[in-house]
């Protein structure tokens, strides 16, 4: 806050002059004091932003910081992990993710995730893993099946690769495409929010530059939260950026929450400034 | 400010749309699924109690009729017939033990490394030997045991003049052993991620070493337990060892000589068992079998847990 130009909003964020902040518009998620504990041992403490409808919100840190747990909190895979405990409050719209007024898989089906390593399911055909999501929650109809399918693999920057081979194994793509395959598959069950874990750190720069451009399209259909580890991506691609830092004990903690532009060009600070320059981490 | 999902706001997109239609139908099949889920929890609860009834009965059974036999000489004497005029069991099941030991000993030593290395042999190759081979170790556990007695008896007795003995006992076991050891294995190995023996062979080790030091140990709790799943059987095979071991009153090491074995000792008892002191011979020993194939299990299960804690 040493900027001269940051005025106070309503919502209690920042804005300067000429950094739009994104949290500002629709809110897609809001976090309030998440904390998570293995064993009793704290990874992540305290942690409240927004996520910004239609966004993508950047989570950057060092190793260790609590990235992934963080986000593996925001669609519950929590529950499935021994000894894992989550504490605070998720909001997807007006309803506590963690409440008992909705069902962990309808959770799971609003909130979507890929992950760091392309993980097509083994034994399915193209197809077959794309519209998975939908299949096993239901739903029977060919043509609803047929046209998810293909509108999820479109948004996925798939479709023209694969459409003449839908029926062919998974493990038949390159890996840049199987990762565009998850998110296609991701896509298909139509979440509101989607987690991604390092999408690219497994692919070439290619590949890589396929999804960063892919992500800057599919902002306009999910709301998007993203782990990466690499600085120009989080720049390039992010509206609004999360650092977390390892405090004394070890847990994660919330150093700064602002617009991307903010953060790289004027963070408020001091141990931000050090990690994007590459000073620690 | 406006807290938005998404849905409502613009009704003609087809993305809006379909979310609705999809998350309308999941929402719809979770009551079902909640039933289906309760269903299924009471089937499984059912069969636990079916299974679990069934197995205390036994041990109750067991423990209220041989227990009261069991003492020091039933391990460290060899049976006596039974007279009428005797009140109490006097002799033991020494030389049953010790069969079983030489018996199941033999066996174990053959079956062990046999099976695993045929195991991890099935895990890396694809051919149609391998198929041939897998397929083979199917139909071999589903035949009922007493026909390896009965090939074991042909193929050695009758054909090669062999006699009696503990070794002939051990090989019959054997081949009871190795197909489950097999298949166990296989499965244990190929759980072991490609990417770890590709690690090892891009270090420069060759395949042997990558298969022992590196593979092996990282498939080792389901080794034990493969190892485990076929000495449980065989400890307790009574049909194969009827044809091939003769039979034993002293005990002896020998693999050579006449043999018995536990289960021939229940076998016995309850086939001769006449006077109720016969049938304490079987009582006895069926209780001392239970109680070590539980030990045994319950032993591999810690060093299991023990192998796995090791690693993180
Ligand atoms: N399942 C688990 N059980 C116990 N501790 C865990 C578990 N998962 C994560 N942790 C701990 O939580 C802390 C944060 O881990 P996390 O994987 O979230 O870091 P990260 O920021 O994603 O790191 P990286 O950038 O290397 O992926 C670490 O100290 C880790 O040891
Ligand atoms: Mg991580």
């Known amino acids: 806050m040493d900027s001269a130009i940051t005025v106070p909003t309503p919502s209690g964020a920042m804005t300067t002059g000429d950094v739009e902040d994104p949290r500002l518009g629709a809110i897609a998620m809001r976090l309030k004091d998440v904390s998570v504990s293995f064993h009793g041992r704290m990874a992540v403490r305290d942690v409240s932003f927004e996520v910004p409808d239609k966004r993508v919100t950047a989570l950057i840190g060092p190793s260790g910081s609590g990235k992934t747990t963080l986000l593996r909190a925001l669609n519950r895979l929590h529950d499935v992990t021994r000894g894992a405990k989550v504490e605070g409050e998720i909001l997807l719209g007006n309803t506590n993710l963690y409440s008992r007024e909705i069902h962990p898989t309808l959770t799971r089906m609003r909130v979507g995730m890929v992950f760091q390593r392309p993980n097509p399911f083994p034994t399915m055909s193209i197809f077959d893993n794309v519209v998975s999501g939908l299949r096993f929650n239901g739903v029977r109809k060919r043509a609803v099946l047929n046209e998810a399918a293909e509108s999820a693999l479109i948004a996925a920057a798939l479709w023209d690769r694969v459409k003449d081979r839908l029926k062919m194994h998974a493990s038949s793509l390159s890996g840049g495409e199987q990762q565009r395959l998850c998110i296609a598959r991701a896509l298909a069950v139509e979440p509101e929010v989607l987690l991604m874990d390092e999408p690219t750190s497994a692919l070439d720069p290619v590949s890589t530059q396929r999804i960063e451009e892919l992500l800057s399209e599919l902002k306009a259909r999910v709301s998007i939260v993203i782990v990466t580890h690499n600085m120009q991506q989080a720049a390039r691609i992010s509206d609004l950026c999360v650092f977390l830092l390892m405090g004394d004990d070890g847990a994660g903690e919330q150093i700064e929450v602002a617009p991307t532009q903010k953060l790289f060009t004027d963070p408020t600070d001091r141990r931000t400034l050090d990690y994007i320059q590459g000073r620690f981490g | ?312």
């Not at chain 2, 067991?62 to 069991?70: C, D, M, N």
């Not at chain 2, 050695?156 to 076991?173: D, T, V, Y």
């Not at chain 2, 090892?200 to 042997?208: A, M, T």
């Not at chain 2, 006077?275 to 045994?296: D, E, I, K, R, T």
């Open chain 2, 1 to 312: 400010m406006s807290v938005t999902t998404g849905i409502g706001e613009l009704p003609a997109d087809p993305i809006l749309e379909r979310r609705a239609l999809i998350q309308s139908i999941a929402r719809g099949s979770l009551a079902r699924r909640a039933v289906v889920s309760r269903l299924m929890l009471g089937v499984c609860g059912l069969a636990f109690l079916a299974a679990s009834t069934v197995l205390v009965w036994i041990v109750y059974l067991l423990v209220a009729k041989g227990f009261h036999w069991i003492s020091i000489n039933f391990f460290t004497q060899d049976p006596l017939t039974p007279t009428v005029f005797q009140q109490n069991l006097l002799g033991g099941i020494r030389n049953a033990i010790r069969g079983s030991i030489v018996i199941d000993g033999i066996a174990l030593v053959i079956a062990i490394p046999v099976g695993i290395v045929a195991g991890h042999l099935l895990a890396v190759s694809e051919n149609v030997f391998a198929n041939a081979v897998r397929s083979t170790a199917e139909v071999m556990t589903g035949l009922p045991s007493i026909l390896f007695g009965i090939f074991v008896y042909e193929f050695m007795i009758i054909r090669f003049h062999s006699h009696f003995s503990g070794f002939l006992g051990g090989l019959a076991l054997t081949m009871i052993m190795v197909p489950v050891i097999m298949k166990a294995s296989e499965i244990s190995f190929r759980a072991v991620p490609a990417s770890i023996r590709e690690a090892g062979l891009s270090l420069g080790l060759s395949k042997g070493v990558v298969a022992t030091r590196i593979v092996t140990p990282a498939a080792a709790p389901g080794l034990l337990t493969a190892v485990l799943l076929a000495t449980s059987r065989a400890v307790g095979e009574t049909a194969p060892l009827i044809w091939v071991i003769g039979n034993n009153y002293v005990a002896t090491w020998s693999p050579y000589k006449q043999q018995t074995a536990i289960p021939i000792a229940i076998y016995n008892g309850i086939l001769n068992g006449a006077s109720p002191l016969q049938q304490a011979y079987a009582w006895g020993s069926a209780l001392f079998l239970v109680a070590v194939v539980l030990c045994m299990n319950l032993g591999s299960r810690l060093l299991a847990a023990f192998l796995r804690r090791e690693r993180h």
